[in-house]
């Protein structure tokens, strides 16, 4: 049984920071990439950053570069996302999704990806 649990969302002053966690099970022995997306009220869901499981590479959305730090914990079979410098746009809630079988070339379009978490809110407000 395969299954995706985020946390670490919340309601954060603009400026913070936050780290997101995505707990994988059921993809053990597997080739797959984590990714993590958003999506605010009214918008489109849209790609942030991904890693792969296994050799830890990262793509990240360019958009996304410098704030955005996509890492990960074998041992727990966690992933992280860390955001830094939050304003108000940054509200979202915020998915991790996994991509398998994963090769080689990882992306962000959501299509690609075949199971999702139920997703964190995130809150940037004053």
């Known amino acids: 049984q395969v299954q995706l649990v985020e946390s670490g969302g919340g309601l954060v002053q603009p400026g913070g920071s936050l780290r997101l966690s995505c707990v994988a099970s059921g993809f053990e022995g597997a080739y797959y990439a984590v990714g993590w997306f958003r999506q605010a009220p009214g918008k489109a869901r849209e790609g942030l950053a991904v890693i792969n499981a296994n050799d830890g590479s990262t793509y990240y959305a360019d958009s996304m570069r410098g704030r955005f730090a996509i890492s990960k914990d074998n041992t727990k079979n966690t992933f992280y996302l860390q955001i830094s410098a939050l304003t108000p746009e940054d509200t979202a809630i915020y998915y991790c999704?996994?991509?398998?079988?994963?090769?080689?070339?990882?992306?962000?379009?959501?299509?690609?990806?075949?199971?999702w978490g139920q997703g964190t809110q995130v809150t940037v407000s004053s």
């Open positions: 999704g996994v991509d398998m079988p994963v090769w080689g070339t990882m992306g962000l379009a959501e299509d690609e990806y075949d199971y």
